[in-house]
């Protein structure tokens, strides 16, 4: 907390020195009594301040790019005693759009340090919320906060202020565009996808007969070849199977760091990887995704398993949206093209996003094909040139094809 210079401590010292001076000992008593009156408002404001809670809460926390979302601002007065007056303020992040509710007490600077502003009365035990809504145009991880309050009486006897560590963060998912037909997932013909030994069969994937055996199922026999053979046959049937796609991006815009970043490019990539993952995780495959960069939190890049379902699409999604500039390179690349190699079970779809092409990933490239993998490599920015290799789909994705937004792609599956 900060004490601020007050009149009534100002109009005490004044009167001290003046009683001093001049030797009356009534004017020295004017100003003990005033100095006692200011230290006893000054006490009972800073306890009241110590007695205050705020806190922020967006609903929801995580929003699409120009999606809003409601940012509450609470402020309790714990104590026992009224508040003449509050005021408060709360930083807001660059990049963030903010519009005051009808009916709101909450005002709204702008500048190089955008901030909301709240300033009214409390009584005791009080607890007063107000809302503003929020959003923003571009991805990212975005932190509101921290809080400043501070406490005066209209006569300015008391001015006490302290800082709140109350923060909310909003996460902003990239932008979602339609996916160029290179990409999209064929129906995987009866039989070319094969589960675990226990797996259930799937009833789709016939794949022959054989003769009956005690504990078949009757749903099993086959009636035309029981028939021709005149002996018992049971369908076979492969075990179930998804689709498994493993996605792989490079956030980087060049070889090496000194060449810096383009955003476009980079932004164009992160559009280009989330609309693949929704993509295929619509479809139904299990989509697992890996990044070579940094990600808020984790510097080294990110990484899960293939996996279908709305917690791994929200993974996905948030950390694309959290992803920082500058942090890949073609070493890291290298490292989880060569993992993929070894764990990846035959006919997993590879789809790897890159902004250019590095020499050093060909012999990982042909270690993903003998493994049969099926390896589909995505140039995003179009003025950098990728050789062909042999059996890999190139598909060059430029920032102008990123323009045709989908109106439903953003919508969680």
């Known amino acids: ?32 009594f005033v100095f006692a009156v200011w230290l006893l408002s000054d006490r009972a404001g800073r306890r009241a301040l110590q007695r205050m809670v705020t806190t922020q809460t967006l609903s929801p926390a995580a929003v699409r790019v120009n999606q ?12 026992a005693w009224p508040i003449p007056l509050l005021e408060w303020s709360g930083q807001l992040p660059q990049g963030i759009e ?11 600077s702008g500048g190089r340090k955008p901030a909301v502003h709240g300033r009214y009365s409390m009584r005791r035990w009080e607890e007063v919320i107000q809302h503003v809504l929020v959003r923003s145009n571009r991805r990212g991880r975005y932190v509101f906060g921290p809080t400043y309050l501070e406490i005066r009486d209209p006569l300015g006897f008391a001015d006490v202020d302290k800082s709140e560590a109350s923060e909310a963060i909003l996460t902003v998912f990239p932008a979602l565009c339609e996916v160029p037909s290179a990409l999209t997932m064929p129906t995987a013909p009866y039989g070319t996808r094969r589960g675990l030994p226990w797996s259930p069969p799937d009833p789709t994937r016939y794949v022959g007969i054989r003769p009956y055996e005690p504990g078949d199922s009757p749903r099993l026999i086959h009636p035309f070849a029981s028939a021709r053979t005149g002996t018992l046959q049971v369908k076979r049937l492969e075990t179930e199977a998804d689709d498994e796609v493993e996605l792989v991006a490079l956030a980087s815009t060049a070889p090496y760091l000194w060449e810096g970043v383009d955003p476009l490019k980079l932004e164009s990539l992160i559009v280009a990887a989330a609309s693949t993952a929704y993509h295929y995780i619509h479809q139904g495959a299990a989509v697992g995704f890996s990044l070579a960069g940094s990600v808020y939190g984790q510097p080294h890049g990110f990484a899960v398993k293939p996996e279908n379902s709305k917690d791994q699409w929200a993974r996905i999604q948030t950390a694309l949206a959290w992803v920082t500039p500058g942090g890949g390179t073609a070493g890291d690349l290298t490292a989880i093209l060569g993992r993929l190699a070894s764990r990846s079970r035959p006919g997993t779809r590879i789809c790897v996003f890159t902004c250019f092409f590095a020499r050093d990933w060909i012999p990982y490239v042909e270690r993903l094909r003998r493994r049969g993998l099926r390896v589909t490599w995505v140039a995003v920015g179009g003025d950098t040139e990728f050789p062909a290799l042999p059996g890999v789909s190139i598909v060059h994705w430029t920032p102008e094809s990123l323009k045709l937004q989908t109106s439903e792609a953003n919508t969680p599956v």
């Open 1 to 32: 907390m900060k004490r601020q210079t007050a009149l009534l401590r100002d109009i005490g010292a004044l009167l001290a020195v003046v009683g001093l001076l001049t030797g009356r000992p009534s004017v020295v008593a004017a100003a003990t």
């Open 68 to 79: 809003v979302a409601d940012l509450a601002v609470s402020v309790t007065n714990a104590s």
């Open 98 to 108: 903010v519009m005051a509710r009808e009916g709101s007490l909450i005002t709204i």
